[in-house]
């Protein structure tokens, strides 16, 4: 089993190898607030919400081109609905 402790860096190393396997620049990933995302939805919603929430942001962001300001938008509206579904 893997190392359950995992640094920025090596985050970084498997985002990067991931997206050299699946064929996509990862360039724009915002792991640090994808991650924060995840914790809040398994938090306030259900802990299997996190990671379903995560790949529903991916699909959101490449309907609108997977920019940046798409990402940050889908990521926005989960965390809002994610702290009205908790509250």
């Given at each position: ?12 190393r ?49 309907q ?24």
């Amino acid at each position: 089993m893997p190392d359950q402790t995992t640094s920025p860096e090596d985050l970084d190393r498997w985002v990067a190898a991931l997206g050299t396997e699946l064929g996509v620049d990862v360039s724009a990933v915002p792991i640090g607030l994808l991650l924060d995302t995840t914790r809040d939805v398994a938090h306030g919603v259900a802990r299997p919400a996190g990671p379903l929430s995560t790949f529903v942001i991916a699909l959101a962001a490449a309907q609108e081109g997977a920019t940046p300001e798409a990402i940050a938008k889908a990521i926005a509206t989960t965390r809002a609905l994610a702290e009205k579904w908790a509250g």
